[in-house]
C-alpha cells in the first residue's frame, strides 16, 4: 500500500499563496494519476485537482480555477498544490490521494484508493 504524506499547509493571509507538497516516501508513485481533495468539518469531502500519470493531464474545481495549479515530480515521487490568491472558503483540510485502480479518475474520491492524512490550511481576512 502506497503511503502518502502531506506538507505545506499552514496560515496565511487571504490573497496569499501556499503550496502544498504530497510525498510517498519510499515508494514510487509515477504510475497512478494523484489527486488533491479538501474537506471541512461537517461537510463532505471536496474535489479539488487532478493530474494525470504524465503530468500533461490536469483537472480542476471550478471553485479552484485559474488560482491552484497541480503538479508532479515524479523522479522525487512528489505532487504539488500550489495555491494563490487565497481566501477564507479555502481554509479547510487537504488531502493527497493516489488512484491506484482506475487508469483515468473523475473528479470523486470514491476512485482513489489511496490517501494521506491531510495538512491543514487556514486563511485568515
Known amino acids: 500500500q502506497v503511503r502518502l504524506v502531506e506538507s505545506g499547509g499552514g496560515l496565511v493571509q487571504a490573497g496569499g499563496s501556499l503550496r502544498l507538497s504530497c510525498a510517498a516516501p519510499g515508494r514510487t508513485f509515477i504510475r497512478y494519476p494523484m489527486g488533491w481533495f479538501r474537506q471541512a468539518p461537517g461537510k463532505e469531502r471536496e474535489f479539488v485537482a487532478a493530474?494525470?500519470?504524465?503530468?500533461?493531464?490536469?483537472n480542476y474545481a471550478d471553485s479552484v480555477k485559474g488560482r491552484f495549479t497541480i503538479s508532479r515530480d515524479n523522479g522525487e515521487n512528489t505532487v504539488y498544490l500550489q495555491m494563490i490568491s487565497l481566501n477564507t472558503e479555502d481554509t479547510t483540510v487537504y488531502y493527497c490521494?493516489?488512484?491506484?485502480?482506475?487508469?483515468?479518475?473523475?473528479?470523486?474520491?470514491?476512485?482513489?484508493?489511496?490517501w494521506g492524512k491531510g495538512t491543514q490550511v487556514t486563511v485568515a481576512s
Open positions: 490521494a493516489a488512484a491506484i485502480r482506475v487508469v483515468d479518475p473523475g473528479p470523486v474520491d470514491y476512485e482513489y484508493n489511496c
Open positions: 493530474i494525470t500519470v504524465s503530468g500533461g493531464r490536469t
